[in-house]
């Protein structure tokens, strides 16, 4: 498995405002994915992150809103922007290790937009 | 489209006891792997099982088993000897074996364990 940690560990933000997640892995991995969970809700894919490529979103989620980058195989960071509400969420990143079957996540960023 | 269905939004259990969490899955696909993670009040997510689709034997993880029945797209969580700290909200999840690594996650079950 991985160590992954991510910071800040929670925010609480005003509306309009950005903020940029950061996810640090403690070895290098090839692909990197951001998750959103909203409240109460399940884990929804925002968007795969490879190091040297462009991010690939998933349906409903554009860069516009959530950039990503990727410099290196050990950190990644993605940026809610232009925050309202609706983006109050817990956002997780991700990493596939070893065979790549399995992912691990880092601890999450628990974001409340007022 | 592949989904994941957890019909059991909680679930309780004595400690020492056993439980069992439900998940079905749809996907025309036959090649494939499924988890069981776990998420208590922490948030951080952590594995709790896998199973390739390939395999026949179903996935043991010390007092964490699985049922699977790929002819009915069945994916169930036995935890055995319940303790306090297994309660969590627990998730099933599917993904492909394609490249793309793509993780589909189920609903959620919570979990509480009483003593």
């Known amino acids: 498995s991985a160590v992954i940690s991510q910071k800040p560990s929670r925010d609480i933000c005003q509306r309009g405002t950005s903020l940029t997640i950061q996810c640090q892995v403690d070895s290098q991995v090839t692909m990197m994915f951001w998750y959103r969970q909203q409240p109460g809700q399940s884990l929804t894919l925002i968007a795969t992150a490879n190091q040297g490529s462009e991010a690939t979103y998933e349906s409903g989620f554009v860069i516009d809103k959530f950039p990503i980058s990727r410099p290196n195989l050990t950190f990644s960071t993605l940026t809610v922007s232009n925050m309202s509400p609706e983006d109050s969420s817990i956002y997780l990143c991700?990493?596939?290790?070893?065979?790549?079957?399995?992912?691990?996540f880092g601890p999450g960023t628990r974001l409340t937009v007022l | 489209a592949q989904t994941v269905t957890q019909s059991q939004p909680e679930m309780s259990v004595q400690e020492a006891e056993t439980v069992t969490l439900s998940c079905t899955y749809d996907?025309?696909?036959?090649?494939?792997?499924l988890f069981w993670y776990k998420q208590p009040p922490s948030r951080q997510m952590i594995l709790v099982i896998r199973?390739?689709?390939?395999?026949?034997q179903n996935a043991t993880e010390n007092r964490f088993s699985v049922n699977f029945q790929k002819a009915a797209k069945s994916f169930s969580l036995k935890i055995s000897d319940s303790q306090l700290g297994d309660a969590a909200m627990y998730f099933c999840a599917y993904r492909i074996r394609d490249n793309t690594d793509k993780l589909i996650f189920g609903t959620g079950t919570r979990l509480q364990v009483f003593p």
């Open positions: 199973q390739e689709a390939y395999k026949q």
């Open positions: 991700s990493v596939g290790t070893g065979d790549r079957v399995t992912q691990y």
């Open positions: 996907t025309s696909e036959s090649d494939y792997y």
